[in-house]
T-cell receptor, first 111, second 115 residues
Framework: DADVTQTPRNRITKTGKRIMLECSQT?????MYWYRQDPGLGLRLIYY???????NKGEISDGYSVSRQAQAKFSLSLESAIPNQTALYFC??????????FGQGTRLTVV | GESVGLHLPTLSVQEGDNSIINCAYS??????FIWYKQESGKGPQFIID?????DKRQGQRVTVLLNKTVKHLSLQIAATQPGDSAVYFC??????????????FGQGTTLQVKP
């Protein structure tokens, strides 16, 4: 969905490096999410934010942190990347009535 | 823990036939369900949703059926087209008032459409 933009789209990084994935949305939704997808599997929730001052851990938050800089921006950081964090990362947004709408994803490889 | 599962990892259908993709969910507190389509290299695309106060909802060429008694969800695609080839995921919200985006996903069914 072009209304949810993720950068970068692809990234290769080395073990131990810090990396930030960024997400911005033009849908005007208060709620934003970060999900991870591993090959052949469904998505799993990393973190979510229901508004700018609200941050919550999801199912698999260990090794990740987030920042909600504004209603439209939600970034995901890996403080010290490790190979098993190699995955597809998706940002999503929703409101109280419907959701979630996903971005195109970031393919992250940790070598 | 909670799980959302699909009965078949791969479904192969002839172009023009109807497709039915099934999903079993385990959390009886879930009150909102979504079907997503994911094409290779793309993010999940919202297809159709349904709330637990309904048992059927129709969209354009798609119908979602919800059977809360047996915790079963299905997606029906009418007159399947080659462009429908993708992985389909069901997702549930695990409950929570107004929770539309904190979702639990199944593992997906790959739909292959034969010309």
């Amino acid at each position: 969905d072009a209304d949810v933009t993720q950068t970068p789209r692809n990234r290769i990084t080395k073990t131990g490096k810090r990396i930030m994935l960024e997400c911005s949305q033009t849908k005007g939704h208060d709620r934003m999410y970060w999900y991870r997808q591993d090959p052949g599997l469904g998505l799993r929730l990393i973190y979510y934010s229901f508004d700018v001052k609200d941050i919550n851990k999801g199912e698999i938050s260990d090794g990740y942190s987030v920042s909600r800089q504004a209603q439209a921006k939600f970034s995901l950081s890996l403080e010290s990347a490790i190979p098993n964090q190699t995955a597809l990362y998706f940002c999503a947004t929703s409101d109280r009535d419907r959701g979630a709408f996903f971005g195109q994803g970031t393919r992250l490889t940790v070598v | 823990g909670e799980s959302v599962g699909l009965h078949l990892p791969t479904l192969s259908v002839q172009e023009g036939d109807n497709s039915i993709i099934n999903c079993a969910y385990s959390n009886s507190a879930s009150d909102y369900f979504i079907w997503y389509k994911q094409e290779s290299g793309k993010g999940p695309q919202f297809i159709i949703d349904i709330r637990s106060n309904m048992d059927k909802r129709q969209g354009q060429r798609v119908t979602v059926l919800l059977n809360k008694t047996v915790k079963h969800l299905s997606l029906q695609i009418a007159a399947t087209q080659p462009g429908d080839s993708a992985v389909y995921f069901c997702a549930e919200n695990g409950g929570g008032s107004g929770n539309t985006g904190k979702l639990i996903f199944g593992q997906g069914t790959t739909l292959q459409v034969k010309p």
